[in-house]
Nanobody
Framework: QVQVVESGGGLVQPGGSLRVSCSAS????????VAWYRQAPGNQRERVAT???????NYADSVKGRFTISRDNRKRTVYLQMNDLKPEDTGVFYC?????????WGQGTQVTVSS
């Protein structure tokens, strides 16, 4: 029912910045809890940031101080601003949307940090 679409991935040099976006359908977007996950080649998928309907945020220790998650409910979009990117940040970034008992995933967007 809820369609989730990530965008904004790409190739960036170490120390650079990138902003990925997650757009989700639904007239009750403001009630969704949204999280960003990433999965590097050969690694398990890990949660990197979360934002709740009350705008509370949470970050993985590995990205604290570098990443910022935000949301624009009118645009029905959640953003992940990534600064000081490191090669170990490379992976497919996925958007996860939760509402009540339902959970939805996007298709992912590739982020590659390389010199």
């Amino acid at each position: 029912q809820v369609q989730v679409v990530e965008s904004g991935g790409g190739l960036v040099q170490p120390g650079g910045s990138l902003r990925v976006s997650c757009s989700a359908s639904g007239r009750i977007f403001s009630a969704y809890t949204v999280a960003w996950y990433r999965q590097a080649p050969g690694n398990q998928r890990e949660r990197v940031a979360t934002i709740t309907d009350a705008f509370r945020t949470n970050y993985a220790d590995s990205v604290k101080g570098r990443f910022t998650i935000s949301r624009d409910n009118r645009k029905r979009t959640v953003y992940l601003q990534m600064n000081d990117l490191k090669p170990e940040d490379t992976g497919v970034f996925y958007c996860n949307v939760k509402f009540r008992e339902w959970e939805y995933w996007g298709q992912g967007t590739q982020v590659t940090v390389s010199s």
